[in-house]
């Protein structure tokens, strides 16, 4: 079997919660929250690594009815992943979305977004954005996207993933994230969406016996990282351009005639991350272990050079 490595920056739990010390990034989290992905940026079930790794060492291909699919055996039962697994599993609801944007609507839209080179290049670097919008390409590139690294840098179907999103157009993300899995196979790169492949064989493999000390810690994103998203990137000129006005979550707006002031609403949040995804399996019912019983993998990173989208 290969030996085949986790990614500790790809496949993260987003974080959404709102605070006063992230006071400058509520439009974008209250847009992220609201948002039609914030399932598939939030799902966060236990991840049995010797599940994954499983997976990934049995994939591949084959095509049923002219549809594409990747079949693995886990534990001795065989696991069947398409586009429109993907799509149902995650609750993506984007069969008829775009699937990419043209060069030039890329290049206009960017440019709405406040990106500044004047360059023909297809590779565009997230630090030449203001924070929100820096906050929503790093959220997209960490969370969604099958990048193992260059995380300062994407491309154009990344480029037309965050923009259809931005405008409030339905991009096709379960294109985005089967083609990914489907790059990912010959020849195997690295353990791939992790939190999603955990979600897909819950669903499947509803009765898999939970493994000892197996458990690999899913990565998240943290408070900190809008401290990194204020800081500019080199030749940033700092100027800040907002969101687009559909992207502005209109606030609760109380009915006439209340004689008592509302109560104060919820501030959305995804905490406490670990218990966000709907389905209830043998994996994710029984009560809490011991965290010092758990054993982290020490590897070193791996580096994705084919196929990988930047």
Not at 14 to 36: R, V
Not at 245 to 261: A, D, I, W, Y
Not at 291 to 298: E, F, G, V
Request: charged share 20%; aromatic share 10%; hydrophobic share 35%.
């Amino acid at each position: 079997m290969a030996d085949l490595e986790f990614v500790k920056q790809h496949n993260m739990v987003t974080y959404l919660e709102k605070t006063k010390e992230n006071a400058d990034f509520h439009q974008i989290l209250d847009f992220l929250t609201s948002s039609l992905i914030n399932f598939a940026l939030t799902v966060s079930p236990t991840i049995y690594a010797s599940y994954i790794e499983q997976f990934w060492n049995t994939a591949c291909l084959k095509t049923i009815n002219s549809e594409k699919q990747i079949h693995a055996n886990v534990d001795g039962k065989a696991v069947v992943v398409s586009e429109s697994s993907v799509r149902r599993d995650l609750h993506l609801n984007d069969e008829d979305g775009t699937a990419c944007l043209t060069t030039n609507e890329i290049f206009e839209n960017l440019a709405l977004m406040g990106y500044e080179p004047a360059s023909d290049k297809l590779t565009f670097y997230k630090g030449l954005f203001s924070p929100q919008w820096k906050y929503l390409i790093h959220t997209i590139l960490h969370c969604l996207s099958s990048k193992s690294t260059s995380w300062d840098q994407f491309s154009t179907n990344l480029a037309s993933a965050i923009i259809c999103l931005a405008k409030g157009q339905k991009f096709n993300f379960s294109k985005l994230i089967f083609d990914g899995m489907l790059r990912n196979l010959d020849p195997k790169k690295f353990l791939m969406y992790p939190r999603f492949l955990q979600l897909f064989l819950n669903i499947q493999l509803p009765n898999l016996v939970i493994p000892f000390n197996d458990i690999h810690e899913t990565p998240k994103l943290t408070k900190k990282v809008f401290t990194n998203m204020r800081k500019p990137g080199k030749g940033f000129s700092g100027r800040v351009t907002p969101l687009f006005h559909n992207m502005l979550v209109p606030p609760v707006v109380v009915g006439e005639g209340s004689e008592q002031p509302p109560e104060p609403q919820p501030t959305p949040s995804t905490a406490p991350l670990e218990v966000l995804s709907p389905v209830t399996t043998a994996a994710t019912s029984q009560p809490p272990k011991d965290p010092s019983t758990y054993r982290r993998t020490k590897r070193g990173l791996i580096t994705c050079n084919m196929y990988n989208f930047h």
